[in-house]
């Protein structure tokens, strides 16, 4: 009776972390307010304070410098292989730059800042997260999809001299040329990146809530299917729906190997159906389907080769093409930091890709052929750590750090660092695969949590 008491007594505990000590509570907090800031630093920019546009674009770097500062004094700075590692590779390519590059402190600082400054701030967030607060973050990650949804199909009807679609700055027109008269909506995001980042992770969200746990409500989990069916035409953004498409299949692989697969997969049919039932009966639906059909056909239609040739060959020629490109380049590259769009902007006076837009082209042009390739390496390499992890804690029951890996992986191997909305997703993505897994030592086994059962 005793041990039958026992038992009852600890089914009904929450599933709660450890209750952490005042640092990890801090930096918990700390680690709350860089996932805020990322959503809504371009709506700064953008709409309150756009004479602070500039300053603005480094908004979440105090808030990762309070977090250094924060484990620094007590001794948890995250030393694993990975961060020393860049942390080593960026230094030399600081020097070469100094000695052998452009020279210029300033591009230096901001290739250091794009290469290096944000990455322990991930795992720092892998640290005092666990799979609970990763689950709380995707309940308000999905009411906030709901609202972000309403903004973007407001920018879609809107003209591009609307208030609701300045730019940065405050200047006129922050959507980019789409079909049909209509222009993609970027959200409260700079550009149009943000809103591709933000619904990825929104998929995540709703597919792990469909199928690795059950503690979201049945209603947010159909509004917020419906807001993701919505939002994908209205984006009119290709890079979207392949996107959620790859989260989709992780999500659908996972369930299928895990204990009660019919189920996880009946209630992704289920959910989808009503969201889609719900999407429907929307006039924009149909309005944002004709514009995002018709920018699918003229880009990757036959008269751009089809999809073999606009995306996988694209994809080819950005992974292959800067290694076969090299033979004006200096041994060193031209220095850190001159490839991103702001250095650019402060060596030329003129925003642009100098050294292309790819970002492994980025990554030779400005380091050389040798110290490029280990830079990449090293972003292969922490892809399949993340990867095998996540292997491991599925064979035990929880696929959730998959699912979110699956919209983290592309940044962390060939993401566009020097975007600074892609570098704070591709920091929260790794972060947020690493709470994933995090479980305390004895979690609360219930009928609601089949991924556990």
Known sequence: MAARAKQVKRDKEPLHPPQSDQVDQVLRYLGWAYILLLVIEGALRKWLLPGLSDVLLLARDPVVLAAYGWCLIHKR????????AAALLTLLCALTATFWGHGDIRVTLFGIRTNFLHFPFAFIMGRVFFREDVIRIGRWWLW?????????????????????NRSVGGAEGGGFAGALGRYRPPGTFSFIIGTVQFYTLTTAF???????????????????????????PVSISRSL??????????????????????????????????????????????????????????STGKAKGGFKEAILGRVVEMLTGPFTETAELPIFG?????????????????????LGESEWYRMIGEYGLALGFLFIVWRIALTFKLFTLGMTALRRGNGLGLIILSTAAFNIITG??????????????????????????????????????
């Open 77 to 84: 700075l995250p030393f694993n292989g990975y961060v020393v």
């Open 144 to 164: 906030g999809s709901l609202a972000m949804t309403v903004i973007i199909v407001l920018q879609f009807y809107s003209p591009q001299s609307a208030w609701i």
């Open 206 to 232: 709703l597919i792990a809530g469909m199928t690795q746990h059950r503690r979201y409500s049945q209603l947010l989990v159909i509004l917020s299917a419906g807001a993701l069916l919505l939002a994908i």
């Open 241 to 298: 729906i392949l996107s959620c498409a790859i989260t989709i299949m992780t999500g659908l692989a996972t369930a299928g190997m895990q204990k009660g697969a019919a189920l996880r997969l009946f209630r992704i049919l289920v959910f989808g159906v009503l969201g889609l039932l719900i999407v429907a009966q929307i006039p924009v639906f149909d309005e944002a389907r004709e514009a995002f059909t018709a920018r699918w056909e003229s």
């Open 334 to 354: 031209y220095g850190i930091g001159m490839g991103t769009q702001v250095g650019s902007q402060l060596m030329t006076g003129e925003e642009g890709f100098s």
């Open 416 to 453: 566009q660092l020097g975007q600074t909305t892609v570098n704070g997703f591709t920091v929260i993505g790794i972060g947020l695969t690493i709470a994933a897994m995090r479980i305390p030592k004895t979690p609360k086994k219930t009928t609601d949590e089949p991924s556990e059962a």
